[in-house]
């Protein structure tokens, strides 16, 4: 190999899309050796057999990812659908890792925005090691590095934002030095904004900053508004991904969340309806998840990374205010969204303040670099250090918080439902999260126990397009409560369309449904309720404890199986196990005194040990 080579080798190595792609690599192979080989919590037994069948998915729809994740099932692997999607999510999160890096790059490079002073100061080779360690120190952090354990439409949602960030600020520094010039990178960011939003309506958090940023670089001038009005049909194109939904949904798909084949429903799934009434809930629900964020803000970036925080705010400060206004006002709005959003799985929703808090330490990082190098070598040597050790520990401290790969309990809870179940049973539960979610999986996508049938007692309480979906999955017992069910939607449509309506005669209706559902579905196929809505049906009935359900039933009968299982080590990091941990004990709970009452002792003696053990487990 001669000099040329040589030099032409080590000069690509050094190329920013090398550095992006080492970054990404470098993510990506700790991604995969955490991932979940199984089906997740909340949301990802649901999104997968969306994307396995193409249905429409839970508010806001998610069509883009959708759509991607069913051409990505497509190409032949030989493996199993959840762990392929799993695995496309931490392709996804390693890629936004790369573009963190290359949107770094950007914001330095546009000068015409970002006018930094002492400009010639900046050293690039340095100023690109630093940003692939701030890249590396992100992508371990705990939120960050969530997203590509499971599949979910955040790690789309990252490549996304971070994409449009690159592009709207390339793209505006190139309008800045060619006046009357629109940029082709200007064009495509229109584009990927709408993408953007058509996969997670949170986009919109972008926006005040962007717009801020905007005028601010081309003046409130007509000028400004007509290069908008220009742009619009690049963003209305983007954002035509949304017409899948009614299209998809006018052809009764398998999963078709919202039914939102007419214009009213469309817009209702579009705009997150059902979700609103969780959104500005008041000042203790603004006290709860703030101090939810800074309880949790040491675990996602190591306190020795917060000297770069401060550092980079003092950088920014003296270098390039209109950075710093630029990274606040991104900041600032994910913050106050998200602190007002009163859902208990509201982590994905602080990931734009986590990105901005990378960018932070980035500068923080060079800022002390540069200031080491004014002083003593002693000085530059600690420096390093900080940032190496920085990078290590947030990989050495979240790594096993973050890792999924032997985590399995939705499997094992779904396993241990189907196996006590009778054929052809019929159950009513509340349990998203670690039942319902996945169980659509497992019956749709695995085939596994497809003769039961599963109703969400919520959404067949509050949402009238769910007998849609129920009526496709059991006919027999729409015809059989048909009557009781056609009073009950009257009265339920009038609440969903905010008419005026009578919550006693709701509740009343709800109770007649109610019953209904079990009479008719008791006269050939075998009942049962979760633990936690037993209390809503009629006490006439028997309750016989039968694995993780009780059985309803109007006889004597018998046909008692133990809730014990040999569930595989849970973390009760993750709010959604700590639930089904919590609905554990109870039904173990409920199980003994129901052995106590039957004088069954010893069989009583064993739960009550490993109750017990639960108990001693607790953190």
Avoid at 245 to 250: E, G, K, V
Avoid at 506 to 520: A, F, G, H, M, P
């Amino acid at each position: 190999m001669n000099v040329l080579e040589r030099n032409k080798i080590a000069s690509y190595m050094g190329s920013e899309n090398a550095i992006a792609i080492f970054v990404s690599i470098v993510a990506f192979v700790n991604y995969l050796l955490t991932m979940s080989r199984s089906v997740g919590v909340t949301d990802s037994g649901e999104l997968a057999a969306v994307a396995c069948t193409l249905g429409i998915a839970h508010p806001t729809g998610y069509p883009l990812f959708t759509l991607l994740g069913r051409s990505w099932i497509l190409i032949p692997i030989r493996l199993e659908e959840i762990i392929r999607l799993n695995i496309f999510a931490s392709i996804l999160t390693a890629s936004a890792v790369g573009i963190f890096f290359k949107t770094s790059l950007a914001i330095k490079n546009a000068q015409a925005i970002f006018s930094f002073k002492n400009r010639k100061s900046i050293n690039d080779k340095r100023f690109k090691l630093i940003s692939a360690g701030a890249s590396l120190t992100l992508a371990f952090s705990t939120t960050f590095w969530m997203q590509s354990t499971n599949v979910e439409v955040y790690a789309l949602h990252l490549v996304l934002i971070l994409m449009t960030s690159l592009l709207f600020i390339s793209g505006l520094n190139d309008l800045m030095i060619k006046e009357k010039y629109i940029a082709n990178r200007f064009i495509l960011f229109t584009f990927i904004l709408g993408l953007s939003f058509s996969n997670h309506m949170t986009t919109v958090l972008l926006v005040p900053a962007f717009l801020w940023l905007y005028f601010k670089s081309l003046g409130w001038s007509k000028n400004s508004f007509k290069l908008i009005l220009k742009l619009s049909p690049f963003f209305l194109l983007g954002l035509s991904i949304y017409f899948y939904l009614p299209i998809r949904s006018a052809s009764n798909p398998m999963f078709n969340w919202g039914h939102p084949a007419s214009l009213e429903k469309f817009l209702w799934h579009i705009s997150g309806k059902q979700y609103q009434v969780w959104l500005f809930a008041g000042w203790d629900v603004v006290q709860k998840q703030l101090n939810y964020y800074l309880s949790n803000f040491s675990s996602e970036f190591f306190i020795v990374s917060w000297i770069f925080i401060l550092a980079g705010i003092v950088f920014l400060w003296k270098h390039s205010r209109n950075l710093l206004l630029f990274f606040l006002g991104l900041f600032t709005t994910a913050i106050l969204y998200s602190i007002n959003y009163d859902i208990f799985d509201i982590d994905s929703y602080f990931l734009l303040s986590y990105i901005v808090t990378g960018w932070l330490i980035l500068y923080g990082s060079y800022f002390l670099i540069v200031w080491s190098d004014q002083k003593k070598f002693w000085l530059k040597i600690v420096a390093i250090i900080l940032i190496v050790f920085t990078i290590v520990i947030q990989f050495a401290v979240n790594f096993k918080k973050c890792d999924e790969s032997k985590s399995r309990a939705p499997q094992e809870f779904v396993e241990k439902a189907f196996a006590d179940l009778e054929p052809n049973a019929v159950v009513i539960a509340s349990m998203w999260d670690y039942f319902i979610s996945p169980a659509w999986y497992y019956q749709y996508i695995r085939g596994e126990r497809k003769d039961v049938i599963i109703i969400d007692k919520s959404l067949l309480q509050n949402r009238t397009w769910y007998f849609h979906q129920l009526k496709s999955q059991a006919p027999w017992l729409i015809e059989r409560i048909y009557r009781t069910m056609d009073t009950f939607l009257i009265e339920l449509s009038k609440f969903e369309k905010n008419q005026p309506y009578n919550y006693n005669k709701i509740y009343t209706c709800w109770q007649n449904l109610l019953s209904d559902i079990v009479e008719k579905s008791l006269i050939d196929r075998p009942v049962y309720v979760d633990l936690r809505i037993n209390q809503e049906f009629s006490p006439l009935y028997k309750r016989i404890p039968t694995g993780l359900f009780l059985r309803i039933s109007k006889n004597n009968e018998t046909n008692y199986k133990t809730a014990l299982t040999a569930f595989s080590k849970w973390k009760i990091a993750n709010p959604a196990i700590e639930d089904l941990q919590k609905y554990y004990f109870s039904i173990l709970t409920n199980e003994a005194n129901w052995l106590i009452g039957q004088h069954r002792r010893e069989e009583a003696k064993m739960i009550l040990n490993e109750l017990m053990k639960i108990e001693t487990n607790k953190p």
